[in-house]
Every structure is written in C-alpha cells, then in structure tokens.
C-alpha cells in the first residue's frame, strides 16, 4: 500500500506523519531537519505523496485564489488561512524589511505570523519543480478538517474542545490516530 505523509513546520524542522494511504498501516510521527529527506523519499518512489502546510506557487503580487476560496470554505475558521506572501519577501531577514518589501509589491504589509514561517516557505520553494509538484502537494489543514467533517469545525483549534473535534474528523480516514 502506498505510503503518504503529512508536514508541518516546527522548530525541530518538520513533523511527519506517516502512513498508508487507506489508513489501515500503523501511523508514525517523526521529526526530520530539513525537507531533503522528504523530497528524497519522494523522488525515489518510497513516499506516494506529501501533503504539506505551507503554501506552494507563491504569487507575484497580489492574494492567490485558492486562499480567498479556503478562506470561504471554512467560514468561521477562515483567519486561520493567510495570504501566501509574495515571491519577493523570500530573501527578507527581519520583520521591517519583509513588510516594507510586501508594501511595496502589494500595497499591504504581511502578518507576523506570515514571516515567521519564510524560513519553512523559502526552504520549500527551494527545492519544488513541476515533477514534484505531482507529489508534493499543499494542504491547509482545516480546510483538510471541512472536507472530512462534512462542514467547518465548530471550535478553534486552541478551544478545549478543538483537538477532540479534529482527532474525530481524522479518525473517520485514519483509525489509529
């Protein structure tokens, strides 16, 4: 059964989850330095597919279009859907030089939070190509939740009761999570 893995950047580097992709395998959780050893997984045939938590195809100027519809899709969640920042804030080492440069391209400044995953976003664009594109694929997680749900989760994910919420919606696919 093919093997398929979810990422998400930490401070560590990224946290997979690893499992078969009719949810049947054992799930593993690790946490590798950097995005080689997932893209040579994936180049090698070894990882089906990865689906990532950090944007891909990242816009010139301007909002991308699956962002603005993520963000409707989930309703009452949709501030946790950002806008990608644009292409030229990559090389940007500090705060106020990332909003100046996102001011200049766009005419809005970026989020801290939009800055403080640049490293993970830089280090992705880095390494993506057409081919891997087919393999390595951008999600957003709680539009990943809407879809197994059936409908946009009730509580924040800090909410007492958003994990719980969640880990439902993901045991639904995957039963040993």
Same mark, same amino acid.
């Given at each position: 059964?093919?093997?398929?893995?979810?990422?998400?950047?930490?401070h560590?580097?990224?946290?997979?989850?690893?499992?078969? *992709?009719?949810?049947?395998?054992?799930?593993?959780? #690790? &946490?590798?330095?950097? #995005? !080689? !050893?997932?893209?040579?997984?994936?180049?090698?045939?070894?990882?089906?597919? $990865? !689906? #990532?938590?950090?944007? #891909?195809?990242?816009?010139?100027?301007? *909002?991308?279009?699956c962002?603005?519809? $993520?963000?409707?899709?989930?309703?009452?969640?949709?501030?946790?859907? /950002?806008?990608a920042?644009?292409?030229?804030l990559?090389?940007?080492?500090?705060? @106020?030089?990332? $909003?100046?440069?996102?001011?200049?391209?766009?005419?809005?400044?970026? *989020?801290?939070?939009? /800055?403080?995953?640049?490293?993970?976003?830089? @280090?992705?664009?880095f390494?993506?190509?057409? %081919?891997?594109?087919?393999?390595? &694929?951008?999600?957003?997680? %709680? &539009?990943? /939740?809407?879809?197994? =749900?059936?409908?946009?989760?009730?509580?924040?994910?800090?909410?007492?009761?958003?994990?719980?919420?969640?880990?439902? =919606?993901?045991?639904?696919? /995957?039963?040993?999570?």
């Amino acid at each position: 059964m093919p093997i398929v893995v979810g990422l998400d950047g930490c401070h560590a580097g990224w946290v997979q989850v690893i499992t078969s *992709s009719d949810g049947q395998g054992k799930t593993q959780v #690790i &946490v590798v330095p950097d #995005i !080689a !050893a997932v893209i040579s997984n994936l180049d090698s045939g070894r990882v089906a597919t $990865a !689906a #990532i938590d950090i944007p #891909i195809g990242l816009p010139d100027s301007g *909002s991308r279009r699956c962002d603005i519809e $993520a963000r409707k899709m989930i309703g009452d969640r949709r501030s946790s859907v /950002f806008p990608a920042p644009a292409r030229g804030l990559l090389g940007a080492e500090t705060y @106020e030089d990332a $909003a100046t440069r996102s001011r200049d391209i766009s005419g809005n400044g970026i *989020s801290k939070q939009a /800055f403080a995953i640049l490293p993970k976003i830089r @280090e992705v664009d880095f390494v993506m190509t057409p %081919e891997r594109q087919q393999h390595l &694929v951008e999600v957003h997680p %709680e &539009v990943s /939740f809407t879809v197994l =749900a059936g409908a946009p989760m009730a509580h924040h994910k800090s909410n007492p009761q958003g994990p719980a919420e969640r880990l439902a =919606a993901l045991r639904r696919v /995957f039963p040993d999570v």
